[in-house]
């Protein structure tokens, strides 16, 4: 573990390896476990045991590479999945993120750091015709976390990529209930109703207007989903979580029209998830960038 640190911000950041950057789904590099405002306020939460499915060891700002070729490899073959390694296929199916996996081989990340910044370098080896050469550089100013994020196709075949940060968050751990309030500038008006799940089922979640929140505290997992083609154009798409009682917010800022949005929350985490999707030919990169904001109103 080691901390990036400015005036106002401590980040700290969980090696490869190293609890809980031990997931077979979240790239191992830049993974943001906790961030601190003014030495007292914390915003990462950590992915809760009580899902539908096995926690896959998410936490704080973790981004994950979707690209699954899995349905490319024979049973007894690797296939990789981006930013965490070669995973050998031991039934047909399709990658599953939480799965524990028997063999795995992680890629290496190379990094390096000084007081307020760090840079992350990941390379896979060829497989099955792909390969891609990752890069984040993590600045910390003020009260502000910037990432650049590249990704160079060093591969033989085309990559169509969607990649997003989960942005587990909280605001110092109060659970979910009306004083949280989830601005979206950009998505069509919720109204003020209570609003249904993905998959139809009624929801905690409450419309207001371009944004969110909560009808009540809830145990259970509640998301709601936007497509690119009902979000609003505007770079950055920005987005912010605030919490009316504590006087305390979050704010992103994302360089790239959303591919979708997924917001989901359960307990005391309101994940915000901004996808986005490119394509990299051979030879080619690709490069955007993210901004979080933390404050306070007091």
Same mark, same amino acid.
């Given at each position: 573990?080691?901390?990036?640190?400015?005036?106002?911000?401590?980040?700290?950041?969980?090696?490869?390896?190293?609890?809980?950057?031990?997931?077979?789904?979240?790239?191992?590099?830049?993974?943001?476990?906790?961030?601190?405002?003014?030495?007292?306020?914390?915003?990462?939460?950590?992915?809760?045991?009580?899902?539908?499915?096995?926690?896959?060891?998410?936490?704080?700002?973790?981004?994950?590479?979707?690209?699954?070729?899995?349905?490319?490899?024979?049973?007894?073959?690797?296939? %990789?999945?981006?930013?965490?390694?070669?995973?050998?296929?031991?039934?047909?199916?399709?990658?599953?993120?939480?799965?524990?996996?028997?063999?795995?081989? %992680?890629?290496?990340?190379?990094?390096? !750091?000084?007081?307020?910044?760090?840079?992350?370098?990941?390379?896979? %080896?060829?497989?099955?015709?792909?390969?891609?050469?990752?890069?984040?550089?993590?600045?910390?100013?003020?009260?502000?976390?910037?990432?650049?994020?590249?990704?160079?196709?060093?591969?033989?075949?085309?990559?169509?990529?969607?990649?997003?940060?989960?942005?587990?968050?909280?605001?110092?751990?109060?659970?979910?209930?009306?004083?949280?309030?989830?601005?979206?500038?950009?998505? %069509?008006?919720?109204? !003020?109703?209570?609003?249904?799940?993905?998959?139809?089922?009624?929801?905690?979640?409450?419309?207001?207007?371009?944004?969110?929140?909560?009808?009540?505290?809830?145990?259970?997992?509640?998301?709601?989903?936007?497509?690119?083609?009902?979000?609003?154009?505007?770079?950055?798409?920005?987005?912010?979580?605030?919490?009316?009682?504590?006087?305390?917010?979050?704010?992103?800022?994302?360089?790239?029209?959303?591919?979708?949005?997924?917001?989901?929350?359960?307990?005391?985490?309101?994940?915000?998830?901004?996808?986005?999707?490119?394509?990299?030919?051979?030879?080619?990169?690709?490069?955007?960038?993210?901004?979080?904001?933390?404050?306070?109103?007091?």
């Amino acid at each position: 573990m080691f901390s990036l640190c400015s005036k106002r911000l401590r980040v700290e950041i969980a090696e490869p390896g190293e609890s809980p950057n031990v997931s077979l789904r979240f790239d191992r590099a830049s993974y943001i476990s906790d961030v601190v405002l003014d030495g007292s306020y914390h915003f990462c939460a950590s992915e809760p045991k009580n899902l539908i499915h096995p926690s896959s060891m998410g936490r704080g700002l973790c981004s994950e590479w979707c690209f699954d070729v899995s349905s490319e490899a024979a049973i007894g073959e690797y296939f %990789p999945k981006f930013g965490v390694g070669l995973i050998r296929k031991e039934e047909d199916e399709q990658y599953i993120f939480h799965k524990k996996y028997r063999d795995v081989q %992680p890629f290496p990340v190379f990094y390096s !750091h000084t007081e307020d910044s760090a840079h992350f370098e990941t390379e896979t %080896p060829l497989c099955l015709g792909y390969a891609m050469k990752s890069i984040r550089d993590i600045t910390v100013h003020d009260n502000s976390i910037t990432m650049l994020i590249r990704a160079e196709n060093t591969g033989e075949k085309a990559i169509a990529m969607r990649e997003f940060c989960h942005n587990f968050l909280s605001v110092d751990g109060m659970a979910l209930g009306s004083d949280y309030h989830i601005a979206l500038p950009g998505i %069509p008006d919720q109204r !003020h109703d209570r609003l249904k799940n993905r998959n139809g089922s009624s929801s905690s979640f409450r419309g207001e207007g371009e944004g969110l929140t909560f009808c009540e505290f809830s145990a259970v997992a509640t998301s709601i989903a936007f497509d690119q083609k009902d979000i609003r154009n505007s770079l950055p798409f920005t987005w912010k979580i605030t919490h009316q009682g504590a006087k305390m917010w979050c704010q992103g800022e994302d360089y790239f029209h959303p591919f979708r949005i997924d917001v989901w929350a359960v307990d005391h985490i309101i994940a915000p998830e901004i996808s986005h999707t490119f394509t990299v030919a051979p030879g080619e990169s690709h490069e955007y960038k993210r901004i979080w904001t933390f404050g306070t109103d007091f």
